[in-house]
């Protein structure tokens, strides 16, 4: 392959291919616990608007769950002491209790959207935006009462799986197998629930009338679906994602909380709803990508490419390491505006459904 | 409303017609400072017995800190000029119809092209220095509002979504250059240059800068335009009715390129004001909350520049107090926030508030909200 560098263009390209295959088994475990918490994300964005519902919450919805589940998780493993792990993931009585309140929180405030956009027919943006403002300032300020004058509060993180190294250096499979694999129970769940999800909702009675209720609610409810009903089901279900989404933060991948700290991630898993299309193997997809770009835009900075890439090294080291950062947003207002492939949103997202009257 | 309603309604009283409008945001602010209070007593259980009585302290605390002294107003006038000029870039939008969550972004982009273009213009006279500076920041945002109108109106991407991601690429924008070619030598961190003569004249020992007069001079003019201008009247048409001012002859995506470059000019000139006149320079992540801020103002203000200025006062005292109630309360001032949030709510649920009060008032959405949310799902072109 070596030869092929010299030719231009065709040469660059192939040293950035190198330059991917060199750096890629460094940073894919990396990559798919960045991507795990805008997977997750984005598996709440399309169970809402497969059911016609805006949710640009997800960003307070999974802030409010790290919060809920880190308070909780700390405050069960001061009153417990510390307690043996158990299993690969070291799970503790304090770390499960910490998931289930940032479920619980999550899910609170899906209901609260679901209220606000189903019933009151609020209008699904400003609902998503009194969530992000209401986590923004409620884990803000508890933050400051609670946990502050507690600087020792915290129970950890779950254990990361570890697989024999033999399997690790098995080239390719071993790359991808570390990658899924070796993660904590969150991250690892992902690639489950993805799937799932995806089944679902595209071989299961429950998609077939998610789907429809999203796309024409009038003629789901002909047919006898009872789209509030659906529509509140789903919205609620979903907080469980972004509850787990917030989990990853500060029980799995790391072990604090700061204000703000999901940093844009319920926005990109919004962008990963868009670019994949509105299914959750391709949000999935999107979020592995979206990922991986952050990633591979920290291993240049940490890693440039060296002298065999004579050609590739001034180009890298030319393009600024918050482009890797914001290429997700500029890929999303790309596709959103048809330029590759156009990405259209289920027909009868973000109106109320309001039932015909008899009259 | 029926056309006799709504000529009865023109005819009432002036005073009556105010208090009809300003009804449900007076219930939606006292509502929310009543449930501040509930959990600022929760929070004292914290750090001991439930004090009843520490909610009254801290509001105590932020009124004197707003309104306690000529400072305080000052600094509250100044608190409240960029979220004027945000809750104008947010209600404007609503009024054709839009949703603009990227006053950030816009913000961001009229600090950074005028903290650029200021710190470059530092050795000009003032009288060159000052407009240029100012008008650079304004077009910087307004460009940033020009592209989710353009792509809206020729390509149908909707503007929630694109005005969201431009936010963020705002930010790793102002990173990159306040970090790279913008930044200035000889201090200990990264910031754009000294400004020197683009510096906004302030009143003596005041924060009442140029900008300040500048965003309140802004409300009757942006009143005006939606209201007694051609182009206003065509950006209310569109934004009530957009399949209406097309048949009628208007270009709805003409007037959505335009009311969005005109928010991002609002927003950019926030920008501009804040460094120009606050801050004096820009640093890689300079953090606003204006974004969700102006969203919060142009709602309570039902996007009307005057209700919008009121409302703008309101946030901007709130912030402007929340300094003296930290240190004296001890109550953080994230409060804020909480209020900020809480206000929102008993906005959306003025349905539930109308019928719970059996008032007689308007509701608090403005009605152009009917025209956002129905073409989220459409993707198709104005």
Same mark, same amino acid.
């Given at each position: 392959m070596d030869v092929l560098y010299g030719i231009p263009i065709l040469g660059i390209i192939f040293q950035f291919l190198g330059y991917v295959i060199e750096v890629t088994p460094g940073i894919a475990p990396i990559v798919l616990g960045l991507s795990a918490p805008i997977a997750l994300g984005a598996m709440c964005g399309i169970m809402n608007e497969r059911s016609g519902i805006v949710n640009i919450g997800i960003e307070g919805m999974m802030l409010s769950g790290a919060f809920a589940g880190f308070l909780i998780a700390g405050l069960v493993h001061q009153a417990m002491g510390p307690v043996e792990g158990f299993g690969v993931f070291g799970i503790t009585p304090a770390l499960l209790a910490g998931v289930l309140a940032a479920i619980v929180v999550a899910m609170l405030l899906s209901a609260l959207h679901a209220w606000l956009s189903i019933?009151?027919?609020?209008d699904q943006i400003i609902s998503g935006v009194i969530i992000n403002v209401a986590a923004i300032g409620l884990t803000g300020y508890l933050n400051r009462v609670l946990i502050t004058p507690n600087p020792r509060l915290g129970a950890g993180t779950f254990s990361t799986f570890r697989i024999p190294q033999e399997v690790a250096d098995f080239p390719v499979v071993g790359w991808i197998v570390e990658m899924f694999v070796e993660q904590g129970p969150i991250a690892m769940s992902v690639v489950i629930l993805v799937i799932v999800l995806q089944v679902l909702l595209f071989r299961s009675r429950w998609g077939l009338r998610t789907r429809a209720v999203g796309e024409h609610p009038r003629a789901a409810d002909t047919v006898g679906v009872n789209v509030i009903r659906l529509r509140y089901r789903n919205v609620i279900i979903a907080g469980i994602f972004a509850g787990l989404a917030g989990a990853y933060l500060t029980l799995?991948?790391?072990?604090s909380f700061q204000n703000q700290?999901?940093?844009n991630r319920g926005y990109i898993a919004l962008a990963a709803v868009i670019f994949g299309r509105w299914t959750p193997i391709g949000a999935f997809g999107a979020a592995l990508l979206f990922a991986y770009s952050g990633a591979f835009g920290q291993a240049v900075r940490i890693r440039?490419?060296?002298?065999?890439y004579a050609d590739l090294g001034p180009i890298m080291a030319a393009i600024p390491s918050q482009v890797y950062g914001a290429l997700p947003y500029i890929v999303t207002i790309v596709i959103l505006a048809g330029v590759v492939g156009r990405s259209i949103a289920?027909?009868?997202?973000g109106r109320p459904y309001v039932k015909e009257s008899h009259a | 409303m029926t056309a006799i309603e709504a000529k009865r309604r023109a005819e009432a009283p002036l005073l009556r017609r105010l208090l009809r409008l300003a009804a449900v945001p007076a219930v939606a602010v006292l509502g929310a400072l009543i449930v501040g209070a509930i959990i600022i007593s929760l929070s004292s259980?914290?750090?001991g017995p439930l004090d009843l009585m520490l909610p009254l302290q801290a509001y105590g605390n932020m009124f004197e800190g707003a309104f306690g002294s000529v400072r305080g107003i000052l600094f509250t006038i100044a608190s409240a000029t960029p979220l004027i000029l945000g809750g104008m870039a947010v209600g404007l939008a609503f009024k054709a119809g839009l949703f603009n969550i990227g006053a950030q972004g816009q913000f961001l982009m009229g600090g950074i092209g005028s903290a650029a273009v200021g710190a470059w213009m530092a050795g000009a006279p003032a009288i060159a220095a000052i407009p240029i500076a100012i008008l650079s920041g304004a077009l910087l945002g307004a460009a940033w509002g020009f592209i989710p109108g353009a792509l809206k109106a020729w390509?149908?991407?909707?503007?929630v979504v694109t005005t969201i991601m431009l936010n963020t690429i705002a930010g790793a924008i102002i990173g990159y250059l306040v970090t790279g070619p913008l930044e200035a030598p000889g201090f200990g961190f990264s910031r754009t240059g000294v400004l020197g003569n683009s510096e906004l004249p302030a009143f003596?020992?005041?924060?009442?800068?140029l900008g300040v007069l500048i965003a309140f001079a802004l409300v009757p003019v942006v009143w005006w335009l939606l209201w007694r201008s051609t182009l206003g009247f065509e950006i209310r048409t569109v934004g009530a009715n957009p399949d209406a001012a097309r048949y009628a002859g208007m270009h709805p995506a003409l007037i959505t390129i335009l009311t969005m470059s005109l928010c991002g000019l609002l927003a950019g000139l926030a920008g501009a004001g804040q460094i120009l %006149? *606050?801050?004096?320079f820009m640093t890689p992540?300079?953090?606003?909350?204006i974004g969700f801020d102006s969203i919060s103002i142009a709602l309570l203000g039902r996007a009307n520049p005057f209700g919008i200025m009121a409302a703008a006062l309101v946030f901007g005292a709130m912030r402007a107090g929340s300094g003296l109630m930290q240190i004296e309360? %001890? *109550?953080?001032?994230e409060i804020i926030d909480v209020i900020q949030a809480l206000i929102l709510l008993f906005l959306a649920t003025d349905v539930v508030i109308r019928r719970l009060l059996r008032i007689r008032a308007e509701s608090?959405?403005?009605?152009e909200l009917q025209t956002v949310t129905k073409s989220y799902g459409s993707g198709s072109p104005t």
């Amino acid at each position: 392959m070596d030869v092929l560098y010299g030719i231009p263009i065709l040469g660059i390209i192939f040293q950035f291919l190198g330059y991917v295959i060199e750096v890629t088994p460094g940073i894919a475990p990396i990559v798919l616990g960045l991507s795990a918490p805008i997977a997750l994300g984005a598996m709440c964005g399309i169970m809402n608007e497969r059911s016609g519902i805006v949710n640009i919450g997800i960003e307070g919805m999974m802030l409010s769950g790290a919060f809920a589940g880190f308070l909780i998780a700390g405050l069960v493993h001061q009153a417990m002491g510390p307690v043996e792990g158990f299993g690969v993931f070291g799970i503790t009585p304090a770390l499960l209790a910490g998931v289930l309140a940032a479920i619980v929180v999550a899910m609170l405030l899906s209901a609260l959207h679901a209220w606000l956009s189903i019933t009151i027919a609020t209008d699904q943006i400003i609902s998503g935006v009194i969530i992000n403002v209401a986590a923004i300032g409620l884990t803000g300020y508890l933050n400051r009462v609670l946990i502050t004058p507690n600087p020792r509060l915290g129970a950890g993180t779950f254990s990361t799986f570890r697989i024999p190294q033999e399997v690790a250096d098995f080239p390719v499979v071993g790359w991808i197998v570390e990658m899924f694999v070796e993660q904590g129970p969150i991250a690892m769940s992902v690639v489950i629930l993805v799937i799932v999800l995806q089944v679902l909702l595209f071989r299961s009675r429950w998609g077939l009338r998610t789907r429809a209720v999203g796309e024409h609610p009038r003629a789901a409810d002909t047919v006898g679906v009872n789209v509030i009903r659906l529509r509140y089901r789903n919205v609620i279900i979903a907080g469980i994602f972004a509850g787990l989404a917030g989990a990853y933060l500060t029980l799995e991948g790391t072990s604090s909380f700061q204000n703000q700290m999901t940093a844009n991630r319920g926005y990109i898993a919004l962008a990963a709803v868009i670019f994949g299309r509105w299914t959750p193997i391709g949000a999935f997809g999107a979020a592995l990508l979206f990922a991986y770009s952050g990633a591979f835009g920290q291993a240049v900075r940490i890693r440039p490419p060296g002298v065999e890439y004579a050609d590739l090294g001034p180009i890298m080291a030319a393009i600024p390491s918050q482009v890797y950062g914001a290429l997700p947003y500029i890929v999303t207002i790309v596709i959103l505006a048809g330029v590759v492939g156009r990405s259209i949103a289920p027909a009868a997202v973000g109106r109320p459904y309001v039932k015909e009257s008899h009259a | 409303m029926t056309a006799i309603e709504a000529k009865r309604r023109a005819e009432a009283p002036l005073l009556r017609r105010l208090l009809r409008l300003a009804a449900v945001p007076a219930v939606a602010v006292l509502g929310a400072l009543i449930v501040g209070a509930i959990i600022i007593s929760l929070s004292s259980m914290a750090s001991g017995p439930l004090d009843l009585m520490l909610p009254l302290q801290a509001y105590g605390n932020m009124f004197e800190g707003a309104f306690g002294s000529v400072r305080g107003i000052l600094f509250t006038i100044a608190s409240a000029t960029p979220l004027i000029l945000g809750g104008m870039a947010v209600g404007l939008a609503f009024k054709a119809g839009l949703f603009n969550i990227g006053a950030q972004g816009q913000f961001l982009m009229g600090g950074i092209g005028s903290a650029a273009v200021g710190a470059w213009m530092a050795g000009a006279p003032a009288i060159a220095a000052i407009p240029i500076a100012i008008l650079s920041g304004a077009l910087l945002g307004a460009a940033w509002g020009f592209i989710p109108g353009a792509l809206k109106a020729w390509t149908g991407a909707h503007e929630v979504v694109t005005t969201i991601m431009l936010n963020t690429i705002a930010g790793a924008i102002i990173g990159y250059l306040v970090t790279g070619p913008l930044e200035a030598p000889g201090f200990g961190f990264s910031r754009t240059g000294v400004l020197g003569n683009s510096e906004l004249p302030a009143f003596e020992g005041t924060t009442i800068h140029l900008g300040v007069l500048i965003a309140f001079a802004l409300v009757p003019v942006v009143w005006w335009l939606l209201w007694r201008s051609t182009l206003g009247f065509e950006i209310r048409t569109v934004g009530a009715n957009p399949d209406a001012a097309r048949y009628a002859g208007m270009h709805p995506a003409l007037i959505t390129i335009l009311t969005m470059s005109l928010c991002g000019l609002l927003a950019g000139l926030a920008g501009a004001g804040q460094i120009l %006149g *606050i801050s004096h320079f820009m640093t890689p992540s300079y953090g606003t909350s204006i974004g969700f801020d102006s969203i919060s103002i142009a709602l309570l203000g039902r996007a009307n520049p005057f209700g919008i200025m009121a409302a703008a006062l309101v946030f901007g005292a709130m912030r402007a107090g929340s300094g003296l109630m930290q240190i004296e309360a %001890g *109550i953080p001032v994230e409060i804020i926030d909480v209020i900020q949030a809480l206000i929102l709510l008993f906005l959306a649920t003025d349905v539930v508030i109308r019928r719970l009060l059996r008032i007689r008032a308007e509701s608090a959405e403005p009605d152009e909200l009917q025209t956002v949310t129905k073409s989220y799902g459409s993707g198709s072109p104005t």
